[in-house]
């Protein structure tokens, strides 16, 4: 690969999955990238293990209460030490950043990216609420300032990859979904579904967040928005088709009924690999596909009735304004109650239809009004979870 200098990554969120397969993709090709920046939450005890071992320029702890704690253990570090969501916008600005990896968890993703994109910062996205709750600001915000995104969600790589070198209009996109952990119970057993079911997923190594996401398919129904913005297409231009052994990642459909799709083992590093080399790909040592493994590739048609909350996201598309915002941020709020056994699985889905039944639609949203409705969402939906 022709790289004048070490292409220098900030990485937003490097504790969670994301984040630390970035890292194993970094020291795969430690003259190709540097780890300029890392961010996390409050996962303190990780953020300094990796501060140390990859002497980033800076860090940032979002949590502030454990800003002391992260600044003694890298007090004899030549690493600059920040606190707050703040300083996620900030950092991201900083000259010698190259390319900026998205990898927060859900709506705190927002701020940080559009402060990146008017620094002219590559976004390599895998914060897909990003594009979710403000797809229509987020995407005019890369036309005003020339800022390219580079998506890393496995399914979006995929249909980027398809697209390469293609001139022809998209006829459909076929996104594919592993189905999750729950693709073959009844309605009456979805009813006793546990935190702990919902967290073993298939094929997947992911966050708890997006776990149970993958498991209600909330998660592909946030795909279903990120392509409508990252590909400029129709709702109904995209499909999303059932494929339990997730590897075909998704594919593309031309308007001559030709089909293009990528194929490869289920491992994030190869899409995190290719948006931060793009447009030349690099050898690795990530896994192969061993095709005489594969006996079977199968494929069926989603269950929305089973699923609701990936026909939530059409409508949400359909709606526009701040519906997917709502949706977004009745999810989180849903998500963590599941998690912490204070919501039924089965009720996710209704506390997210009613919040967007009872919250005013608004359009031409600006980053004030997103972040009021998202407020206000979150606010509505713990009120019909606190009804339970």
Avoid at 181 to 204: C, E, G, I
Avoid at 273 to 299: C, G, H, N, V
Wanted: aromatic share 6%; net charge negative; glycine share 4%.
């Amino acid at each position: 690969m022709d790289i004048k200098k070490k292409k220098k990554i900030c990485i937003l969120g490097s504790t969670g999955s994301i984040g630390t397969q970035t890292l194993q993709v970094i020291e795969e090709h430690p003259d190709l990238f540097e780890a300029y920046v890392l961010t996390a939450h409050s996962q303190a005890d990780l953020l300094i293990t990796q501060a140390k071992k990859y002497r980033p320029s800076a860090v940032v702890i979002a949590d502030e209460s454990r800003y002391e704690y992260v600044r003694e253990a890298l007090a004899d570090e030549p690493i600059q030490v920040y606190a707050g969501a703040d300083a996620l916008c900030q950092v991201v600005q900083m000259e010698p950043v190259d390319v900026v990896l998205t990898a927060l968890v859900g709506f705190a993703g927002l701020r940080p990216t559009l402060s990146a994109i008017e620094a002219g910062k590559p976004i390599a996205l895998a914060n897909k609420e990003t594009l979710v709750v403000a797809g229509e600001l987020v995407t005019r915000k890369c036309m005003e300032y020339r800022v390219p995104i580079l998506p890393v969600d496995s399914e979006h790589s995929a249909i980027f990859q398809s697209l390469m070198g293609e001139q022809s209009p998209i006829e459909k996109i076929i996104l594919t979904a592993s189905g999750g952990p729950f693709r073959t119970f009844t309605p009456s057993q979805l009813k006793d579904v546990t935190p702990a079911m919902a967290l073993k997923h298939p094929n997947w190594d992911m966050g708890a967040k997006i776990t149970i996401d993958s498991a209600s398919m909330m998660n592909k129904g946030f795909e279903v928005i990120e392509a409508r913005w990252l590909f400029d297409v129709e709702p109904a231009q995209i499909q999303v088709v059932v494929h339990p052994q997730s590897i075909v990642h998704s594919a593309v459909q031309f308007q001559d009924g030709a089909v293009k799709a990528q194929l490869g083992a289920p491992d994030m590093r190869v899409p995190i690999q290719l948006a931060l080399s793009y447009p030349e790909r690099l050898e690795s040592t990530f896994p192969r596909i061993d095709w005489w493994d594969m006996k079977d590739l199968t494929f069926e048609r989603p269950d929305l009735n089973k699923f609701r909350c990936l026909q939530m996201a059409y409508e949400a598309i359909r709606m526009g304004g701040n519906a997917a915002c709502i949706v977004n941020a009745a999810n989180e709020v849903v998500n963590l109650a599941f998690r912490q056994e204070r919501c039924p699985f089965l009720e996710m889905a209704n506390i997210i239809e009613q919040t967007l039944q009872k919250m005013a639609h608004q359009e031409n949203l600006n980053l004030d009004d997103y972040l009021a409705c998202d407020a206000e969402a979150r606010q509505v939906a713990d009120s019909f979870i606190r009804r339970l």
